[in-house]
Nanobody, 123 residues
Framework: QVQLVESGGGLVEAGGSLRLSCVAS????????MGWFRQAPGKEREFVGY????????TYADSMKGRFTISRDNAKNTVYLQANNLKPEDTAVYSC????????????????WGPGTQVTVSS
């Protein structure tokens, strides 16, 4: 089992930035690729990006490139999502997820999920 807990969400004005964190416990963190997804009210879950276990490679949804950056610190069992120049349409619950695979754009490839953290961007 892997337990994931996100933090760092909140209310931010348009144009602002947030750094979300996701702390993992339970298994060897570096064995898992870590993904970030988001879900806005009334919308389907949306892929943001993922980072491979060794931290050497990231993949982002095309719509997320340039404003979102994923990094990880395996010594701290933590993955981060840096979100810059936030827009009201970025308002959503952001969740991290872990997969034994090398990474995936698809939420059903992930084995473990955190409860999520709310990000609200005001205009």
């Amino acid at each position: 089992q892997v337990q994931l807990v996100e933090s760092g969400g909140g209310l931010v004005e348009a144009g602002g930035s947030l750094r979300l964190s996701c702390v993992a416990s339970g298994r060897t963190f570096s064995n898992f690729a870590m993904g970030w997804f988001r879900q806005a009210p009334g919308k389907e879950r949306e892929f943001v990006g993922y980072i491979r276990g060794n931290g050497g490679s990231t993949t982002y949804a095309d719509s997320m490139k340039g404003r979102f950056t994923i990094s990880r610190d395996n010594a701290k069992n933590t993955v981060y999502l840096q979100a810059n120049n936030l827009k009201p349409e970025d308002t959503a619950v952001y969740s991290c997820a872990a997969t034994r695979r090398s990474g995936s754009l698809y939420y059903n490839a992930y084995d473990y999920w955190g409860p999520g953290t709310q990000v609200t961007v005001s205009s």
